[in-house]
């Protein structure tokens, strides 16, 4: 319990300082160049993040379960993983390219065209992110990778606050993405280093085709229901700031970003936890039920106390914090902000579920929730148009929905059966 206190203190510290850079980042885009440039700049940011999430293969889940098979099994899922998110990543970055003319034309005609083609771009790299992380974490390489997100968002904030304010260099939103694609590409390229060093020898290539026959129908599992619920993200985080941006516009966007910023405090804390707990849970299970059961119970516990803080914190100094940072907001951010830490915080005590279902092969009612879930929203849209205040109600109702539906069972199963 001692190492997981250790990683879940590093990743707490490196969120923290990584939420706090990417406040003042922000806030910093946010008053220099004006509402409309600000959300123009976070349709161009979020949209390389949506794509490589919803459009290239999601790895992670097959690592953090074989991370403890024997280590020639895990060296052929390492570099199995690495070939085929190469191979995806590859040919979405070529269909993108080809089709961003008229993606640029009907849905994005008031970007310029130079900072959709980074976009595209970004693509490639970030596809690599989902294999990077999972074996950084399962290396338990958790102090190298806080120092290197952490270091490198300060040196951006640093690197761009200089030429803003003290040059002429940077006319427009334009040049900011510039300094931000330029940071957030070498980040995803020393994470795919660290993650890539020692696993490209010639040993490793020949066990490749025997292993993948001898286990494929488990790999096409595990794929399929993760990447599913990867393409059902178009209903969450980051499909969350494409959707308003695409059918609310550069004003809802930037109030919803805004309002995300604080919110992002905690929820960089919470993507770092399940980081942590992934392989640990996993672990634990293979161990048996009576030492996960005793770690669930705990880590309900705390996220439960650390939760009720959290909300309080934002219900007291929410809007405070975002006009302080952002200047003056629209009263509408008030309830923005409460209905997103409330889904934070339902998120965040059920979190240990989505590792326990991938364990015993239960991801399949999960799928199904989500892709109702994703039917209904689009639904909506087509309907109503779509608001920031809408979709986070939206949001908030289906989090409720399942863990009602499909965690609480799951929990039932586990432990009680």
């Known amino acids: ?122 693509v490639f790299f970030f596809s690599f992110n989902n294999f990077s992380l999972a074996i950084i974490r399962c290396n338990g390489d958790f102090k190298k990778l806080v120092k290197i997100e952490s270091s490198m968002k300060l040196a951006q904030l640093i690197f761009g606050a200089f030429l803003i304010y003290y040059t002429e260099l940077i006319p427009n939103v334009t040049y900011v993405f510039y300094i931000w694609f330029l940071f957030n590409v070498l980040i995803q390229i020393i994470l795919l280093i660290l993650a890539v060093n020692g696993m490209l020898k010639i040993r490793c290539f020949q066990s490749i085709k025997g292993n993948f026959f001898r286990y494929k129908t488990d790999i096409y599992s595990v794929l399929y229901h993760s990447n599913l619920m990867g393409y059902f993200k178009i209903a969450s985080s980051p499909g969350d700031t494409f959707l308003i941006g695409l059918f609310g516009g550069p004003t809802q966007v930037a109030i919803y970003n805004v309002a995300l910023q604080v919110i992002n405090i905690g929820v960089l804390v919470k993507n770092n936890l399940n980081n942590v707990l992934a392989p640990r849970i996993i672990q634990l299970y293979k161990r048996g039920t009576d030492k996960l059961k005793s770690f669930v119970y705990k880590y309900i516990v705390y996220s439960s106390v650390i939760s009720a803080f959290f909300c309080l914190f934002i219900y007291l100094f929410g809007k405070n914090i975002i006009d302080l940072f952002f200047g003056k907001q629209p009263d509408e951010i008030e309830l923005l902000l409460l209905v997103m830490a409330l889904n934070y915080v339902i998120t965040l005590i059920s979190l240990c579920y989505y590792p326990i279902a991938l364990t015993i092969g239960k991801l399949r009612p999960r799928t199904i929730l989500l892709t109702i879930k994703t039917m209904l929203l689009f639904l909506y849209i087509a309907l109503f148009g779509l608001t920031a205040e809408a979709f986070v109600i939206f949001e908030l109702t289906f989090s409720i929905l399942i863990r009602l539906i499909n965690d609480y069972p799951l929990h039932k199963k586990v432990f009680h059966a």
Request: charged letters at 10%; aromatic letters at 14%; proline letters at 2%.
């Open 1 to 122: 319990m001692s190492r997981l206190k250790k990683d879940i203190s590093i990743t707490f510290i490196g969120a923290i300082i990584t939420a706090l850079c990417n406040i003042l980042w922000l806030a910093l885009v946010s008053r220099e160049y004006g509402v409309e440039s600000y959300g123009i700049y976070v349709i161009c940011q979020n949209l390389g993040v949506f794509i490589a999430t919803f459009a290239c293969v999601r790895t992670g889940d097959l690592i953090y379960k074989y991370h403890q098979a024997n280590s020639e099994l895990f060296r052929f899922i390492k570099l199995f993983t690495l070939l085929l998110t190469l191979l995806v990543s590859l040919l979405v970055t070529l269909v993108l390219f080809f089709l961003l003319p008229i993606i640029a034309e009907n849905f994005y005609s008031n970007i310029p065209i130079n900072m959709l083609y980074l976009s595209a771009v970004y």
